[in-house]
């Protein structure tokens, strides 16, 4: 584990391990962990596999519906066939939103030209035959929070709130209001609807979309986003309407369809001792139905997938390490909830998510840097050779790993690099041919480096010192 | 107009020219060509103002219908409220296409999921309801020609035919042919519908669409443009079925609504002397339903509206310089053959066209380099301080200029760099925000530059002599 020679060049993976992206055959107890991360910096094929394979055989998965089914059972048999263990998808209930079929927008006057749009999560449909009115412009959502009560009664709302690209993703705090909150307050005021543009930071006519939400006491209305070359249209149209009114005629039929059954898959490499906190690894596995989900989230479950297989490879791991493709994320994180809820009482040694995409990490952050620093110095220095720096801000967590938040438990982010991340986020776009396959690898290198540690960390992954629940670990 | 000395730090335009985008205030006899051309490379609204204001005030504009007589009208009160003289509408009669407003596709089996489709034009309808059959994957129109005579039978052809950029455009020559004939040829080997990999060079989810065509007796089928990342999962699902089928429903419904009236847009800046053949400068005023036209063709009318007028700011030039806008070109140039038929008779002095986006202009060509070897040479030197090369390519003209090659008159190509045009041509992503305004304004300066010398040329642009039909010019 003290190893810092760079020996990439010297390396090889036995060929049975990679060609067909199965794991059975690879095992070589006679390597070690930085070997093989470095490895697989230049050979690993199995999150290509997955992330190909899930977006070819299944493509978008909207959380609750046949086709999120049919992922996990797609990712199940994946499981299966690359040698992990204990694999299972656990169901829990959910209250199930769709986008229904019809998503139009027209601007009517006085200069006419369709517009597209798709609905947001949440979103109520428009009557039948769609809904005709005024639009009213915001620049940014306090600019909309500070009309008058009532002063948008019966007008679409139109909230600009540009997104600029942040390579930590920062932006998206900033932006994102105009799709979390905007409807709900434009509602609040009387408006008949809400049209955003969209909370992204490409120029392509595909909306993003993404989940909104509405206070209590206000009644959803629909709620759409125009792709950013339209938004940007439109707000060219106030400028040259010269005060005359621009109406809209939108169309949409999203629909609750009340209680349907989501799961979260979860597989294994069992390790040597049972006893101590296993090493959670997480992803998701749905994504929204306009998405294929290539780099939201499919890459991040083959990231970890190929990371946890890689360690195996390795020899048994010290601890088991547990891959956790949570269901239902897009819409309101209800398969980490819901495993958070099933598993409570289970302690979970340390929690990794990967969901930002497949470009490069480019950080490393844990929230045990004072309570653990050897380790913490420890795993920092074990990616610097995979251009990965330390940080002293303290590791959040993603959103499929709320088990390890509500136990107060270590948590590790490896930051992506998120420069264009927000131009594929929730739209068409994010599909496989996005994904670079030179920094994937990067991922499942670091990821495989960083998962090896922590499987065979003896001691606890928060404190350093040794685990009450399992006292017979003392084996270093 | 033997300057060459490149003098743009010392130059500007009146500013009451360019604040606004008109002309009327802006003549200013004492400034040469040269000097005009430099200070619109820094300097040019008036393009900007025309793509800008058809995109945002019109839109997308299919030939022969409402929308594009909407974008005549609309050009018709930009060019006289610009200054330019003589502007008329000049109608003709075509047999109009209409894309419909449902175009789906699924992959049903084996692994089920939607696809983004947009028909292509003289696509005929699915039945309703829609079009279920096995696709049928052909590489290369070739292999599609080498088919068995009814090996096609009840299903749907499916062409990859791969395209590249070029900067000169020259790969649509290559994989056009999967837009223009493989739909034909599919359906005389009995195939039920045709769809094709997008004839682009892009990786977003709006497909490319443009006309095919059916050979005679050759009945009509569906016809459509998968997105490149639809097409390529489609590949790739072929790679990963083990030989199962694939079945596609598609669901189209495009019609012929006979006949409908289009029309040329006109306007001149007109000349000294009448008895001189004009300089005719053309672009197209159509786009696909599909794409708002600000590459294809919104900058190109721009540009030779803002040519004409800065060349008319010099002073009334000696000839006249007519702008053709041609109305129904992308389905078949009925504008430019309408336009060729009504003028025949009328000699055009020569025609230059812009029609392949706004990026910088990189050659010149002209097809008198052989016969009026000087003028050829003077006019390509002009332009080397822009970035322009000369060349030995004898030019043919574009789309919009018919009459000039039917007339066996003088052509000049000023080609732009079409590196990226197909990643935008015929889809949704057409939008203003892809301009350059910096590139755009070099085509303004190149095409000022050229109108300039040729509006005061007194001699044959083709011949360099005398011009029979117009002896009084000897003026120079």
Redesign the interface.
């Known amino acids: 584990m003290k190893k810092t020679l760079f020996a990439l060049a010297a390396l090889s993976l036995p060929v049975a391990a990679f060609a067909d992206g199965h794991a059975e055959t690879s095992t070589d107890p006679h390597m070690s962990v930085e070997a093989m991360a470095d490895a697989t910096l230049t050979q690993d094929t199995i999150a290509w596999d997955f992330v ?2 899930i ?6 998965r909207q959380a609750g519906t046949e ?1 999120e089914t ?1 992922a996990r059972e797609w990712a199940v048999a994946w499981l299966i066939e690359n040698g992990f263990e204990n694999v299972a998808d656990e169901p829990f209930e959910m209250e199930t939103w769709v986008p229904g079929n019809l998503a139009t927008a027209r601007v009517t006057a ?5 517009m ?1 749009i798709q609905p947001l999560g949440n979103s109520a449909p428009t009557p039948v035959g769609g809904l005709e009115a005024e639009v009213v412009f915001f620049r940014t959502v306090a600019e909309l929070a500070a009309a008058p009560e009532g002063s948008l009664d019966g007008k679409i709302a139109y909230i600009s709130h540009e997104m600029r690209r942040a390579q930590d993703g920062s932006h998206y705090g900033f932006a994102g209001p105009a799709r979390w909150v905007a409807s709900g307050i434009a509602a609040s005021k009387g408006a008949a609807a809400t049209v955003i543009k969209s909370v992204g930071t490409d ?4 909306p993003h979309t993404g989940g909104t939400s509405w206070p209590e006491g206000v009644s959803p209305t629909p709620a759409g986003a125009l792709s ?2 339209d938004a ?2 439109l707000e ?2 106030f400028a ?1 309407a010269d005060g005359r009114p621009i109406t809209m005629r939108i169309e949409m039929n999203p629909e609750f369809i009340g209680t349907t059954i989501s799961g979260n898959v979860v597989g294994e490499i069992v390790g040597r001792n049972p006893d101590l906190p296993p090493v959670l690894i997480a992803c998701h596995i749905d994504s929204w139905w306009n998405a ?1 989900g290539a780099f939201d989230d499919g890459a991040g479950c083959g990231i970890v997938a190929a990371a946890a297989l890689h360690v195996s490879h390795t020899g048994q791991p010290l601890r088991t390490i547990r891959v956790l493709f949570a269901g239902a994320e897009e819409v309101g994180l209800w398969g980490s909830r819901a495993y958070s809820e099933a598993h409570i009482d289970e302690h979970i040694g340390v929690g990794l998510e990967s969901d930002f995409g497949a470009d490069r990490i480019w950080r490393f952050e844990s929230n045990f840097r004072e309570s653990n620093p050897d380790l913490h110095a420890r795993l920092a220095a074990s990616v610097a050779r995979f251009g990965v720096a330390g940080s002293t801000i303290t590791a959040s967590g993603g959103a499929d790993i709320n088990i390890s938040r509500d136990q107060g438990g270590a948590i590790i982010d490896l930051q992506q690099d998120g420069t264009r991340y927000f131009d594929l986020h929730h ?3 994010d ?4 994904i670079d396959p030179v920094q994937l690898r990067q991922n499942v290198a670091v990821w495989t480096q960083i998962v090896g540690i922590l499987a065979n960390e003896p001691r606890s992954i928060q404190t350093g010192g040794p685990i009450p629940s399992a006292p017979a670990i003392m084996e270093e």
């Open positions: 190909e394979g977006t070819t055989e299944v493509g978008p086709a049919r006085p200069f006419a030209q369709d597209v120029y392509h006519r595909n950013i070359p940007e249209n060219r149209m040259r294929p739209t068409p776009d599909t496989l041919d996005k």
